[in-house]
């Protein structure tokens, strides 16, 4: 059995809008660092969609999976996120670059459907890890606005650890799923079944 997962992933300042929406007086705002919609880089787009769709998982799929083509119980697993389903406010290109992560997985599910390789991806909601930290929390631990903004619309309450990812990984993997391919599968504590409400 072959498995390879494709776990490259992360955004980019220049591909960040600074508010979550845009406002006529935006126009005119000269604050340095300040950025919206029209103002985004197409360097920090290409950036995150090379990092997360490009070089993350197309490349390496074109690599690895050639000496998976005709054995049995191969395995290819994208990392998506919920962000591919519906998209944060302030980050376009990371949740543009997973959607396509997701679509990709499906395309490569049928594509690969003959040649016994599976592919599917897992969805990861809020995990609080070293990159997005400083997003989330306050120096004393506390939730910072979007961190509370976040939980707020989690359903169980907290964020995800790598222990919830775990066993949807290895049941993916595993010859259990052998009839399983070209799903995303959410692991996100119900923030996608959420609607606020």
Known sequence: ???????????????????????????????EGFKTFFDLDPKGIEFTFNLNFLGGTLIPTQVFATDMVGRDGCSVLNISSMNAFTPLTKIPAYSGAKAAVSNFTQWLA??????????????????????????????????????????????????GTPADLVSTVNWLCDDGAAFITGIVVPIDGGFSAYSGV
């Open 1 to 31: 059995m072959d498995i390879l997962i494709n776990g490259a992933g992360g955004n980019h300042p220049l591909g960040t809008t600074s508010n979550p929406f845009f406002q006529m007086e935006d126009l005119n705002n000269t604050a």
């Open 110 to 159: 049928v594509h690969f459907s003959k040649v016994g390789i599976r592919v599917n991806a897992i969805a990861p909601g809020f995990f609080l890890t070293d990159q997005n930290r400083a997003l989330l929390t306050n120096d004393d631990g506390s939730a910072t606005p979007r961190g509370e903004q976040i939980i707020s619309q989690t359903p169980m309450g907290r964020y």
